[in-house]
């Protein structure tokens, strides 16, 4: 079974930065890719940004492409994201997921952190 823990997420202003950490533990632990989601509320959830687990290929949202950073420790089964110019419109619960898709899809994660509140106010 693969556990995905987020954490990091708060109340920050405007224009504050913000870094969210996910740890991935498990006894078969071998996704090909991490992603960070994200799901307003009265909203679908999103896709924010993926990396390639093996060489390290990024890839964004356009609403957030410049703003923020995934990036992964491989060797701590570390995967963050790191978060400047916040915008109220980022506001949503942020999750992590794995899987052996480099996919912007939903439906090609199965593994799935209980997601952590990143609240921008103006």
């Known amino acids: 079974q693969v556990q995905l823990v987020e954490s990091g997420g708060g109340l920050v202003q405007a224009g504050d930065s913000l870094r969210l950490s996910c740890a991935a533990s498990?006894?078969?632990?071998?996704?090909?890719?991490m992603a960070w989601f994200r799901q307003a509320p009265g909203k679908e959830r999103e896709f924010v940004a993926v990396?390639?687990?093996?060489?390290?290929?990024?890839h964004y949202a356009d609403s957030v492409k410049g703003r923020f950073t995934i990036s992964r420790i491989n060797s701590k089964n570390m995967t963050y994201l790191r978060m400047n110019s916040l915008k109220p419109d980022d506001t949503a619960v942020y999750y992590c997921?794995?899987?052996?898709?480099?996919?912007?899809?939903?439906?090609?994660?199965?593994?799935w952190g209980q997601g952590t509140q990143v609240t921008v106010s103006s």
């Open positions: 498990g006894r078969s632990f071998s996704a090909r890719a």
């Open positions: 997921a794995a899987s052996l898709l480099i996919s912007e899809g939903l439906r090609d994660y199965p593994y």
């Open positions: 990396i390639s687990l093996s060489d390290g290929y990024t």
